[in-house]
Structure formats: C-alpha cells, structure tokens
C-alpha cells in the first residue's frame, strides 16, 4: 500500500533537493486552460502554501475542490489559515459524506484530528478531505 508521507527521516538527517516548479497561472497560460471543472490536492500537509496562491485560479474557473488536509503536518496557524482560505473561496464546504460545514466547526473539527494524529488515535497516513463547490450540492 505504501505511504507517501516521509516518516524514516530524522530531524539530524533531514536531506532538502531544490526542484523546479510553476505556478497554475503559467500552467493556464501556457496551456490556454479556460475549463477546469475539479482539482483534487492531497501535497501531503503543503496545502496552506498552495491555496493561497490558487486563490486567483478558483475565482475564475471555480472548479470543485476536492482536498485531503493532513493537520499532523501543519502548524496550527498554517492549519486555521488553510482552512479559512478554503472557506473565504468556497461558497460551500462538504466533508466526505457530503455533509454541509461551518467554518468555526471545521477549524475545531481539524484541531481535534490532529490532536488525535499525535496521540495514535488516528492514523497519519491518512488525510482528511473537504469537498468546495460553487453551487449548493
């Protein structure tokens, strides 16, 4: 099954690769992209620094947003301001049962996931998705 989060590295062993990388806006650009209806992210707790610079992206072409959050990886500022990002963008948030969510409930919701990933209540490998829409489903 595996696993694609890094858990045999330790802090005295940590090993950095610089790799290149694009924006979506080049990504549009270059491939003249004008109807993108689903992104799915699942970077493996990297949500808090992509949703932000996605914000421009989600406006214009308001694809579904399907998102696995992996709380145990973030910082708890970086976890509340994803969060919130996902709620300023998104109309409407689900979870994966397609239950309607409020926004101070969700933050509370993914501190508890987390707090519960620290202590083996959960597992780590596993995240933990929301579903953004424009429309009501």
């Known amino acids: 099954w595996g696993s694609s989060e890094i858990t045999t590295v330790s802090p005295g062993n940590l090993i950095c690769k610089e790799v290149d990388g ?16 689903f992104v799915k992210i699942d970077i493996e707790g990297g949500e808090s620094f992509i949703i932000e610079s996605m914000k421009n992206f ?29 709620f300023d963008i998104y109309p409407y948030i689900y979870n994966i049962n397609y ?3 409020e926004k101070n409930k969700s ?31």
Do not use: A, R, W
């Open 22 to 37: 694009i924006t979506i806006d080049y990504l549009v650009e270059k491939y003249q992209i004008n109807d993108c209806g």
């Open 58 to 86: 989600f406006d214009i072409q308001q694809p579904i947003l399907y998102i696995s959050l992996h709380p145990h990886l973030m910082n708890n500022n970086q976890l509340e301001n994803t969060i919130s990002s996902i």
């Open 99 to 101: 239950d309607l969510l």
């Open 107 to 137: 933050i509370e919701m993914f501190f508890k996931k987390k707090i519960e990933i620290e202590h083996d209540l959960l597992p780590s490998n596993v995240g933990h998705e929301l579903i953004g829409t424009f429309k009501k489903l």
